[in-house]
């Protein structure tokens, strides 16, 4: 179904950790953002997004990360992304996503990148 969207959320520690699935448009964005807001009005600045179940992200998907990743920075977190599918990657690379975000493969190295490099150093 192409407009199906989930946010599954979990915590590592005082990481949260938001696993995405399905399609990432316009029309489901608000969720996402929503999700995002939520876990900034908890006090959670170190969010890992795991994009592994993500089957498509759009224009307005992406602007949801970039709306957000400069207030976390702000409180000495960031956004880290993990997991992404080969087609959703190229989206993101084309974009430029890596200069500005660390996409790591997989939810184990997004944590270890935050043990790291807790914030973005870029």
């Not at 949801?64 to 977190?77: K, T």
């Not at 493969?105 to 990148?113: F, M, N, S, T």
């Amino acid at each position: 179904m192409a407009d199906s969207f989930h946010v599954e959320k979990s915590s590592e520690g005082e990481i949260a950790v938001l696993q995405v699935e399905g399609y990432l448009d316009a029309h489901t964005a608000p969720d996402f953002e929503k999700a995002l807001e939520d876990e900034i009005a908890k006090g959670k600045y170190k969010i890992i997004v795991d994009c592994r179940k993500l089957d498509y992200i759009s224009s307005a998907g992406l602007g949801v990360f970039m709306g957000f990743v400069e207030e976390v920075r702000d409180q000495s977190g960031d956004i880290k992304i993990c997991g992404l599918i080969p087609k959703v990657r190229q989206v993101f690379e084309l974009l430029g996503f890596q200069q500005l975000y660390h996409i790591e493969d997989d939810r184990q190295a997004a944590l270890k990148k935050f043990q790291e490099s807790p914030t973005w150093e870029g």
